[in-house]
């Protein structure tokens, strides 16, 4: 199901209670602990990110502002395979159980657990930004830094038959046409991400190097298949529903670009002053329908032999 331009083809058809009754006092002593510490959060500028505690070291903020953008930018991404929530060939009468690693604000966990009322879904992040009112058959706990050791444990948790799905964007920026010239906001968002991907660890080239078949394919795997999209940045498609995706796109920048690249500028180097005119560029080129630019995304799926 590959291709350069799959978005001309359809697309295939409180949560956190520390104290739980299972736990001996101890136990949910440190439970209790651990709850708290993990809402600890950095400020940056006015901005809330994820505690320095552990390893994650997370560069998105968690506040309320980056939450509403998030739930515009997967709007967008469900628009580009048809409204559905994954392309794996799920057996619904065999779907119990579901982990969403990175879930975010929750809502492809919540909006699952509606359609599967009587699978269990366990959503997991690093930081608590999750809502409290969610279907009974949804819960969120805590926290990839290794592709490889993330899907071998997926692969031992999985039973026979059972689909992992796995979805990501690149973080570069292109264009089909030759119009987004180097010295662009929108061309320079990219290495901003991809520079400081390689000096910690965190990469930002999934898609590029393609980690997700390898990583699936090193855990045993088989029946891989992928779905890639190109996903434009703002209203300029001809094609209605490319262009209703590029605004939905447009408005999820909008919404917080800031959130989104403040941390890594700074750990850059940069003063909040160089942020705040980048951003102000960027928006401006976002707006104005001069470029014609957008990113990729790939969806990729495997199943565990049967026994």
């Given amino acids: 199901m590959a291709g350069d331009e799959p978005e ?15 736990l001996g006092e101890d136990q949910a002593d440190s439970a209790a602990s651990l709850t708290s510490s993990i809402v600890h959060y950095r400020t940056l500028h006015g901005r809330t990110y994820h505690s320095e505690r552990g390893n994650a070291l997370y560069w998105g903020s968690n506040d309320e502002r980056q939450s509403e953008a998030l739930d515009i930018n997967h709007h967008a991404q469900t628009l580009a395979i048809g409204g559905k929530l994954y392309l794996a060939p799920l057996n619904k009468d065999e779907i119990k159980n579901v982990l969403d690693i990175g879930t975010g604000t929750g809502i492809w966990a919540i909006d699952f657990g509606d359609e599967f009322p009587d699978a269990e879904i366990i959503g997991t992040d690093i930081s608590p930004i999750q809502p409290t009112w969610v279907p009974p058959n949804v819960r969120f706990v805590r926290s990839i830094d290794d592709w490889n050791v993330l899907f071998k444990r997926a692969y031992a948790s999985l039973k026979p038959g059972g689909w992992l799905q796995s979805f990501e964007p690149s973080a570069v920026w292109e264009t089909d046409d030759g119009t987004l010239p180097k010295d662009s906001a929108l061309y320079q968002w990219g290495p901003i991400f991809t520079e400081w991907g390689a000096k910690s660890g965190r990469s930002f080239t999934v898609l590029e190097d393609e980690l997700q078949r390898k990583a699936m394919e090193s855990a045993g795997f088989v029946d891989i298949d992928e779905f890639n999209t190109k996903q434009p940045i703002g209203k300029w498609p001809a094609d209605e529903a490319l262009r209703e995706r590029g605004e939905f796109v ?15 500028a700074g750990v850059m180097g940069w003063s909040k002053e160089e942020v705040a005119a980048f951003l102000a560029r960027f928006r401006r080129e976002v707006r104005s329908g001069k470029y014609r630019p957008y990113f990729r995304n790939k969806i990729i799926w495997g199943k565990k032999p049967e026994a």
């Fill in 8 to 22: 001309q083809q359809s697309p295939p058809p409180n949560q956190y209670d520390a104290a739980d009754s299972a």
């Fill in 250 to 264: 447009r408005i999820w920048l909008e919404q917080d670009a800031e959130g989104i690249v403040l941390f890594i």
